[in-house]
């Protein structure tokens, strides 16, 4: 039995609650495989598109209405961990009763410290929110005072400030959960990024990677493996050119060999790649999985995805 970590891409989720709920049942699935084996099961998850469309809807629904507030970013945050983790909940709850298999599963809303100092908050690079043609974008940045840049060419998004995660508040309680047996979503769309002013944390605007959060769980609970799922099963070296080569596995000396030759796009594989670096050096032992959702068993038994080790 093995102690793992998770984290969902967006193809797992959707960017609407009616597509997600469609898409959570083939995740449920996907992740039961995992928890059949026996294994502690820890969840996180990206939010994207659905902390995007909470606060441009309360943006709008405010400019309309003096009875709506605006609702801050952290707070946005905090919702859509609460909505994308029910799903994930009955989506689990019925694939597991399916194959008779009694566990609980918890949502932990999650908070966690960045540094106010962090030169992220200078320059915002995380992409949020749905996909935008340039024109588009052109006039919600003229209109709402966004900023919006252009997505590993699929398109324009709005940007907000990514910083590095420090530290889980909640990383007690997720411990405490896992090791009574239970399965824990936590850390959903990267957490709520928190600072620290004296005795209280304060929510701060800004999105955390999720790969990034995924991997600072996966080592404080001290994890022996953590899987990021995604679109493709294997990470590929010169992709979408001729010589396209996919990787069975990767040294952590090979990766970062890669990473300074410019193999990762910024906005898709370079986060997945840089986190499993931090995860798979952080001890000995551990180790970091990139591969497709549906192919989670396939990837547990070592016949697909991209094995990152040190």
């Known amino acids: 039995m093995a102690r793992m970590v998770v984290a969902l891409g967006g193809n797992a989720l959707g960017n609407t609650p009616q597509e997600q709920l469609y898409l959570v049942k083939n995740t449920a699935q996907a992740l039961v495989h995992l928890i059949k084996e026996g294994h502690e099961v820890i969840i996180t998850h990206g939010n994207g598109p659905q902390v995007g469309m909470i606060n441009l809807a309360f943006e709008l629904a405010s ?11 952290p707070e946005c945050g905090a919702m859509s961990q609460g909505y994308i983790g029910y799903h994930l909940q009955n989506a689990l709850y019925a694939e597991l009763r399916k194959q008779n298999i009694d566990k609980s599963i918890v949502t ?3 908070q966690v410290l960045v540094d106010q100092n962090d030169s992220a908050f200078t320059n915002p690079s995380k992409p949020i929110g749905a996909f935008l043609t340039e024109e588009e974008a052109k006039r919600r ?37 896992v090791e009574n047996g239970h399965i824990v979503i936590a850390g959903g769309g990267g957490g709520i990024p928190v600072i620290r002013e004296g005795d209280e944390l304060i929510g701060v605007p800004a999105v955390i990677d999720k790969d990034f959060i995924s991997s600072l769980i996966a080592q404080l609970l001290d994890a022996d493996y953590l899987f990021i799922l995604t679109a493709i099963d294997r990470v590929m070296i010169n992709f979408m ?6 990787l069975d596995t990767l040294t952590v000396e ?25 995860f798979a050096e ?24 991209t094995k990152i080790t040190l």
């Open 63 to 73: 400019k309309n209405g003096k009875e709506i507030p605006d609702m801050p970013f």
């Open 108 to 110: 932990v809303v999650t």
């Open 141 to 177: 940045a003229e209109t709402l005072g966004y900023i919006y840049k252009e997505d590993a060419g699929r398109g324009w998004r709005r940007v907000v400030p990514s910083p590095k995660p420090i530290d889980v508040i909640e990383k007690n309680v997720i411990r405490t959960l």
């Open 241 to 246: 050119k001729q010589n396209q080569q996919a």
């Open 254 to 278: 090979d990766a970062k060999r890669y990473i300074a030759e410019g193999h990762f796009a910024k906005g898709s594989m370079l986060p997945k790649i840089e986190a499993s670096i931090n």
């Open 282 to 305: 952080s001890k000995t032992g551990r180790v970091a999985v990139i591969a497709a959702l549906e192919k989670t068993k396939e990837a547990l038994e070592g016949k697909s995805g």
